[in-house]
């Protein structure tokens, strides 16, 4: 895990006029510029290399309403069948409208995608969530944004969260955690064009590109007090979560066998699609991966149960496993026949690695 300082301000000329930095809590209220319902200046950047903006943001937004986000997202650990339509901005988690059975699976928590149909009516949910103390997560293209490193050179689909909006300099405010980092105001005009662009597949990224924000917002919404951390409630999860990873709700590590042992084929006859794909399944997989290997280091620190720890780090090495896949996979269009091959080789390594952690996490139940 790493904390970042406090994130740069954009030094572009597009935040001419914009109101200053003020400290406190953001809102929409007339009351002065950002002040209102939801602090957020004092909260540091969170940042994990392996989460993606949608974890990295949910963790941001729990914590600003008062949860422990490494109990809330870390404590499921699940393996989920991929959808063939996969959309490359389904912002790096296949689960689609269903997050709510991916993060948080231990929580009341709500998590729902709004699509306005036009720039005002984006607008005008993105204020009424704020006002009723919501931290929209809005989905955009990097290439409009000039605190990104793809400012006017890449075209990628991202999410990042609205805190306030100040109606004098018609200037959202922004944080941004993903590296370089950003908190500040940005320009209403600057948001909607980047919520609204049609992100096209011009090459220049074969990730995230080819599909558009459409002005997607995510709300999260906390239904209920976050549940107290004691051995009983965390033994149930894990057993759990053992259970759904052998296989016993359908998915878990069968289907993810299945999958490494079909994509020789699948390359064969669709090319480096297949691959393409896996790089981007593979991300959500790693993060909740490494995200539960934290939680598991925590909850032994907290439980004293300490071989908790070592089934965390046998965890960890699961999510480090995903790397190879993944890479391997990103790399794979001069020669997807090869790359396939060796996707599917650190695919048996990583399935080893998930036996292991299972077999870790369930001795982790019957001794301290």
Request: charged residues 20%; negative net charge.
């Amino acid at each position: 895990m790493t904390v970042l300082g406090t994130p740069a301000s954009v030094t572009e000329d597009v935040t001419e006029n914009v109101t200053e930095d003020v400290p406190g809590p953001v809102s929409t209220t007339p009351t002065g510029p950002y002040s209102g319902a939801v602090p957020v200046t004092s909260s540091p950047a969170w940042y994990d290399d392996l989460c993606s903006c949608l974890q990295v943001d949910l963790v941001h937004v729990l914590r600003l309403g008062g949860w422990d986000p490494l109990q809330a997202l870390g404590s499921g650990w699940r393996l989920r069948a991929v959808p063939e339509d996969c959309e490359p901005v389904e912002f790096f988690h296949p689960a689609g409208e269903d997050l709510a059975s991916s993060f948080g699976i231990y929580h009341p928590l709500s998590l729902r995608w709004h699509r306005p149909g036009d720039d005002a009516e984006a607008h005008e949910q993105v204020v009424a969530a704020l006002a009723d103390g919501i931290v929209p997560v809005v989905a955009v293209d990097n290439y409009h944004l000039p605190f990104r490193p793809a400012y006017h050179d890449v075209h990628a689909g991202h999410l990042l969260m609205v805190t306030g909006y100040d109606p004098g300099s018609r200037a959202y405010r922004i944080l941004d955690p993903m590296p370089p980092a950003y908190r500040g105001p940005l320009p209403r005009e600057v948001l909607e064009r980047s919520r609204s662009s049609a992100n096209p597949d011009d090459g220049s990224d074969p990730f995230f590109a080819g599909s558009g924000p459409a002005r997607r917002w995510l709300e999260v919404r906390r239904e209920g007090p976050q549940p107290e951390l004691t051995w009983s409630w965390l033994r149930t999860a894990l057993e759990t979560n053992v259970r759904s990873l052998r296989g016993e709700e359908g998915d878990g590590l069968p289907s993810l066998a299945a999958y490494f042992d079909s994509l020789p084929a699948a390359v064969a006859a669709e090319g480096a699609a297949p691959l393409l794909r896996t790089y981007r399944i593979g991300w959500p997989a790693q993060a909740e991966a490494g995200l539960h290997a934290r939680f598991l280091a925590e909850a032994a620190r907290r439980l004293g149960r300490f071989r908790l720890a070592e089934a965390g780090r046998a965890v960890e090495l699961v999510s480090h496993s995903w790397t190879g896949v993944r890479i391997s996979a990103a790399h794979g269009e001069e020669n997807p026949g090869e790359a396939a091959r060796q996707v599917v080789e650190h695919g048996r390594t990583l399935l080893r690695g998930y036996e292991a952690a299972l077999h870790a996490v369930e001795s982790a139940l019957d001794r301290p």
